[in-house]
């Protein structure tokens, strides 16, 4: 199908989580397309490598790179007036500053959102309130925008549903996910046998992330299992560290630069991630495509990933009892692990950046070239 218009993101930051699908996007797209950043990349994602520059057949605008934010704005929707317009966050920076210019003017335009930070786990007062107040925020945003957005792509199928709850209509949503840029990877023959259990970990070292992984660790009956932590960054880095250097089968791994986490995961057997919130985790897509097993909580979003390939188990998030049976189960049942792999690899094609993108080109094709028939999402 040829596509007539140009394509203009609204991002906070750079989408490096999110660029395995753009990519792809902007390599069939066949017509401009223009990424308008807000700001650039936080200090600690550079310091795990992640660049902003490697965005090919792309125009960039940084807007903190502009003497005058406002004009650069007006700017881009006067010289593009018939441009799809993508946005990222419902209440983002980039969001605030374009409302007006997106508002009742009868743009092509869509959302991208997470779902709202409810954290169901936090029992302060101030987070109480806090999550009582966000499902009426995010209906107001439905009455703002219900007359001009087209489409919205919440991420992951609880996104969808709670976007529902706000008051979106199921034909504008299309449930979506981060799709990271995914290595390519070493030749590996099927392993026929293990060992012991290589467990991993990736990611920032925060005692809210860990503390389920690090009890459970502590209560392991067996030998024939290790357990490595990736990362070394966060607020609690310095005491998560020393935990590793002390508790045995445990050691620091140090920090991956972000573009060959990918490739080093192929070296173990099982993926940790005990969350109690997150948007969606984009390294649980990695663990699949690097062919590991995944035990993980139902607070990850992307662990909707493991429960439609079975390359892992999915626990509620806070029961720190079952996530700690399910890595005792793997110890004494190493050959649950060599059916994850398995499962995770024959399922890793439906994450593909080449697979996420076409999905985001059938959206737009249905919503604004009268394509027929609603796309589905790919991977459940």
Not at 230 to 255: L, M, P, Q
Request: aromatic content about 12%; glycine content about 8%.
């Amino acid at each position: 199908m040829k596509h007539t218009d140009e394509l203009i993101f609204w991002f906070d930051q750079p989408p490096k989580v999110s660029l395995g699908a753009f990519n792809y996007v902007v390599e069939q797209w066949g017509c401009n397309v223009i990424y308008v950043i807000d700001h650039q990349l936080g200090a600690h994602r550079k310091l795990i490598g992640w660049d902003e520059t490697s965005f090919p057949g792309v125009n960039i605008v940084m807007l903190d790179e502009q003497e005058n934010q406002t004009k650069c704005i007006e700017q881009i929707f006067q010289l593009h007036p018939n441009a799809i317009h993508i946005v990222n966050g419902f209440f983002s920076n980039i969001e605030r500053k374009i409302r007006k210019y997106i508002l009742h003017r009868g743009l092509k335009l869509g959302f991208m959102s997470e779902r709202p930070t409810i954290l169901k786990y936090d029992s302060s007062i101030k987070q109480m309130i806090k999550n009582h107040l966000l499902p009426f925020k995010y209906k107001l945003a439905y009455r703002r925008y219900k007359s001009d957005v087209r489409f919205v792509l919440p991420l992951g199928l609880e996104g969808k549903h709670e976007f529902e709850s706000f008051g979106w209509p199921k034909d504008k949503l299309y449930n979506f996910m981060y799709c990271p840029v995914l290595a390519e990877l070493c030749t590996q023959t099927s392993n026929q046998h293990i060992e012991g259990i290589r467990f991993l970990y990736v990611g920032r070292f925060v005692k809210k992330r860990l503390a389920t992984v690090m009890e459970s660790v502590e209560r392991l009956k067996g030998e024939k299992w290790s357990l490595e932590l990736v990362g070394g960054y966060g607020a609690d880095a310095k005491e998560i560290i020393n935990w590793c250097n002390r508790t045995k089968n445990v050691s620091f791994g140090g920090t991956w630069p972000a573009d060959e986490v990918g490739k080093k995961m192929q070296d173990y057997d099982v993926y940790l991630l005990a969350t109690q919130y997150d948007g969606w985790n984009a390294q649980i897509n990695e663990a699949i495509h690097a062919g590991l097993g995944v035990i993980t909580t139902d607070e990850a979003v992307s662990d909707e990933l493991i429960s439609a390939s079975g390359s892992g188990i999915v626990v509620q998030a806070k029961d720190d009892n079952a996530f700690y049976q399910a890595m005792q189960n793997v110890v004494e049942h190493p050959e649950i692990v060599l059916t994850w792999k398995i499962k995770a690899k024959e399922y890793r094609k439906k994450i593909h950046g080449n697979t996420v993108g076409q999905y985001l080109i059938d959206i737009l094709d249905y919503t604004f070239y009268d394509k027929k028939n609603k796309p589905q999402c790919p991977w459940l």
